[in-house]
């Protein structure tokens, strides 16, 4: 694998009306046609993604979309699926004509207001007509951040192209520029050695590891650190044979058991999930939610949520394993609802509990955004690593490696035996 996951991209979002130069202005960006232009209102009819490397941003995704005000007979469609770019953005392009602003404009501004989402206002198609100075005046307050453009002006296009960068490197994200490490933070000062316990079954690739253990060796020795990658079988043996221990043994979900079994106690042991649950999200908010699983009831609803889409096999995760050991667990059957990429449920309130994957295929803002959205509905929310130890009954031994996460797993478990109580 040798690019960069659009998990670990800056999405940068291209909002506004039917016609206003959205995709022109990625084409530009990109330097080559990807886009569909047309003086045809409509053309995009759904989100184009085009992942490229932005120096000095480094590796980013860009997300034309259908326009605002869009009247078409798909129109419905079309604008269900530019509203969810809210959720994954971390970044917004508003683009805009000269001295018009409408109730579409209004409506992103108040959504990125809404959400914090940084935004940079892009008025287009200056060659045609330039903004009064009122125009640019109403705009700065709204915004602060306006950029004027001729996307048809290839003469002054790497001008335009450098404001732009220049732009976006002010209002990115400080989370996207230091972004949390999957590991940092577990190894001592001068390096350490991590162990990974990496099953070989029907859900790993041929020829190839499944991308959560890939970013995570990655991780690793970006933090100077080593890693020995063993199957379960080998890893008592390849223990005995360290030196000195490890920092951390780091484990598939499903191999949890075993794994905290054969490892001493001394020796810190998480999994790859719980890893992605503190760096995509909340891990704090993530353990507190597993705690919900100790007072499922049989007949309960609750949300299986993945954001990649593929084809579950005998023992997959999501869909078999938890699902198996939440009806053991509840002593009968549970109403248990899937969603698959980007189709989240609006209706998250009906649900006791949501088990969310690790989210190594989309962004930290769309988990996060996921996360806000259970939060305030009043739901737990947790995620397939921390569901599959709190079931096997070693989630304390998967928190060790955090403090702050096995507190609130703690406190959330003696809340809710008050309650009972």
Same mark, same amino acid.
């Given at each position: 694998?040798?690019?960069?996951?659009?998990?670990?991209? =800056?999405?940068?979002?291209?909002?506004?009306?039917?016609?206003?130069?959205?995709?022109?202005?990625?084409?530009?960006?990109?330097?080559?046609?990807?886009?569909?232009?047309?003086?045809?209102?409509?053309?995009?009819?759904?989100?184009?993604?085009?992942?490229?490397?932005?120096?000095?941003?480094?590796? %980013?995704?860009?997300?034309?979309?259908?326009?605002?005000?869009?009247?078409?007979?798909? +129109?419905?469609?079309?604008?269900?699926?530019?509203?969810?770019?809210?959720?994954?953005?971390? *970044?917004?392009?508003?683009?805009?004509?000269?001295?018009?602003?409408?109730?579409?404009?209004?409506? !992103?501004?108040?959504?990125?207001? #809404?959400?914090?989402?940084?935004?940079?206002?892009?008025?287009?198609?200056?060659?045609?007509?330039?903004?009064?100075?009122?125009?640019?005046?109403?705009?700065?307050?709204?915004?602060?951040?306006?950029?004027?453009?001729?996307?048809?002006?290839?003469?002054?296009?790497?001008?335009?192209?450098?404001?732009?960068?220049?732009?976006?490197?002010?209002?990115?994200?400080?989370?996207?520029?230091?972004?949390?490490?999957?590991?940092?933070?577990?190894?001592?000062?001068?390096?350490?050695?991590?162990?990974? %316990?990496?099953?070989?079954?029907?859900? &790993?690739?041929?020829?190839?590891?499944?991308?959560?253990?890939?970013?995570?060796?990655?991780?690793?020795?970006?933090?100077?650190?080593?890693? *020995? %990658?063993?199957?379960?079988?080998?890893?008592?043996?390849?223990?005995?044979?360290?030196?000195?221990?490890?920092?951390?043994?780091?484990?598939?979900?499903?191999?949890?058991?075993?794994?905290? &079994?054969?490892?001493?106690?001394?020796?810190?042991?998480?999994?790859?999930?719980?890893?992605? &649950?503190?760096?995509?999200?909340?891990?704090?908010?993530?353990?507190?939610?597993?705690?919900?699983?100790?007072? =499922?009831?049989?007949?309960?609803?609750?949300?299986?949520?993945? %954001?990649?889409?593929?084809?579950?096999?005998?023992?997959?995760?999501?869909? !078999?394993? #938890?699902?198996?050991?939440?009806?053991?667990?509840?002593?009968?059957?549970?109403?248990?609802?899937?969603?698959?990429?980007?189709?989240?449920?609006?209706? #998250?309130?009906?649900?006791?509990?949501?088990?969310?994957?690790?989210?190594?295929?989309?962004?930290?803002?769309?988990?996060?955004?996921?996360?806000?959205?259970?939060?305030?509905?009043?739901?737990?929310?947790?995620?397939?690593?921390?569901?599959? +130890?709190?079931?096997?009954?070693? #989630?304390?031994?998967?928190?060790?490696?955090?403090?702050?996460?096995?507190? &609130?797993?703690?406190?959330?478990?003696?809340?809710? +035996?008050?309650?009972?109580?």
């Amino acid at each position: 694998m040798n690019k960069t996951p659009k998990g670990n991209r =800056l999405h940068i979002a291209l909002l506004g009306r039917t016609n206003v130069g959205k995709s022109s202005l990625l084409n530009l960006i990109l330097g080559q046609d990807i886009a569909i232009t047309s003086p045809v209102a409509g053309t995009t009819t759904d989100v184009v993604e085009k992942a490229m490397e932005l120096f000095p941003l480094g590796p %980013v995704l860009f997300m034309d979309t259908a326009g605002l005000d869009d009247t078409s007979a798909l +129109s419905g469609v079309r604008l269900k699926n530019t509203v969810k770019v809210f959720d994954r953005a971390d *970044v917004i392009i508003l683009v805009a004509e000269a001295d018009t602003w409408t109730d579409f404009e209004e409506y !992103v501004l108040k959504e990125v207001q #809404i959400r914090r989402i940084p935004l940079l206002i892009v008025i287009n198609k200056i060659d045609l007509r330039k903004p009064s100075s009122e125009h640019l005046k109403f705009l700065q307050l709204k915004s602060g951040r306006v950029l004027m453009f001729s996307c048809s002006d290839r003469t002054l296009r790497q001008n335009y192209l450098n404001t732009l960068k220049q732009q976006l490197m002010e209002i990115v994200p400080a989370d996207f520029i230091a972004t949390p490490s999957l590991t940092g933070g577990l190894f001592p000062p001068s390096g350490g050695i991590a162990v990974l %316990v990496v099953p070989v079954d029907l859900q &790993a690739p041929k020829g190839r590891l499944i991308l959560p253990q890939v970013q995570t060796i990655r991780d690793i020795l970006d933090n100077n650190a080593a890693a *020995v %990658v063993v199957k379960e079988r080998e890893l008592t043996a390849i223990l005995a044979g360290l030196k000195n221990p490890p920092s951390i043994v780091v484990t598939d979900s499903r191999a949890v058991l075993k794994v905290t &079994a054969n490892v001493p106690g001394e020796i810190p042991v998480t999994t790859f999930s719980i890893l992605f &649950a503190r760096q995509k999200s909340d891990l704090a908010v993530m353990a507190a939610g597993a705690a919900a699983i100790d007072q =499922l009831k049989p007949g309960d609803r609750v949300l299986i949520a993945e %954001v990649c889409s593929h084809h579950a096999l005998e023992d997959d995760i999501g869909r !078999v394993i #938890i699902p198996r050991r939440l009806r053991r667990y509840v002593g009968g059957d549970l109403q248990i609802d899937v969603s698959c990429g980007r189709d989240y449920p609006e209706n #998250i309130q009906d649900y006791k509990l949501i088990f969310h994957c690790g989210g190594c295929m989309v962004n930290r803002s769309e988990m996060l955004n996921r996360m806000h959205k259970a939060v305030e509905a009043g739901v737990p929310i947790t995620n397939y690593g921390l569901a599959i +130890s709190f079931l096997q009954g070693v #989630i304390k031994r998967s928190l060790t490696p955090f403090p702050f996460a096995l507190t &609130a797993f703690e406190n959330e478990m003696m809340r809710k +035996s008050k309650q009972i109580m």
